[in-house]
């Protein structure tokens, strides 16, 4: 039996500053594409200043993200930085596939509360929209990841809340 588990970033955990935060153990095993879901944003977080990323099932849209291998000592920390105890996200397993076309079965976390209505990202309203800190760290950590260019060109068409006060996530990314 495994002392590790596959987990597929999506959102802030896309960069390894990040989530090496709470889960040291982590390494970035390889991206991949989470078929027939999309990426969207709903619940106002305090520890960023606006909404966190979650994704939706929703056919014929993909959501790129990491693929990190973690000790299965991280799975709680992993879990509690989620908001899984706080019924914020739950945990999922589903099939994500890399870009040579291998199907690994990886954990994920959606939202509790999803939309209910599609809206174009670049459409959302102010409500729904990330902290300038919480995108760049998105971007920065597709970039690091090396997902598809044009994946992080969608990514950039994201507004975010322009809030600029200070976020609750327990370290610097802002000279990330």
């Not at 014929?60 to 930085?81: H, M, P, R, Y």
């Not at 739950?90 to 976390?109: D, M």
């Amino acid at each position: 039996m495994s002392n590790t588990f596959l987990y597929f970033a999506y959102g802030s955990n896309l960069l390894m500053k990040r989530i090496h935060f709470n889960n040291p153990t982590a390494v970035r095993k390889d991206i991949g594409c989470l078929k027939n879901y999309r990426l969207d944003f709903i619940t106002f977080t305090k520890r960023w200043g606006g909404a966190a990323a979650t994704i939706v099932p929703t056919e014929n849209f993909c959501v790129w993200g990491a693929i990190w291998e973690l000790d299965k000592c991280n799975l709680s920390t992993l879990d509690c930085q989620e908001g899984v105890t706080d019924s914020i996200y739950f945990p999922l397993i589903v099939n994500v596939e890399t870009l040579s076309g291998a199907i690994l079965e990886c954990r994920v976390y959606q939202q509790c509360s999803t939309p209910k209505e599609y809206i174009k990202p670049m459409l959302l309203p102010k409500e729904r929209r990330p902290s300038p800190l919480y995108l760049e760290t998105v971007i920065k950590g597709a970039q690091e990841s090396k997902l598809p260019n044009s994946y992080i060109n969608f990514l950039k068409t994201i507004p975010h809340n322009g809030y600029k006060g200070e976020c609750e996530i327990g370290l610097s990314l802002r000279e990330v």
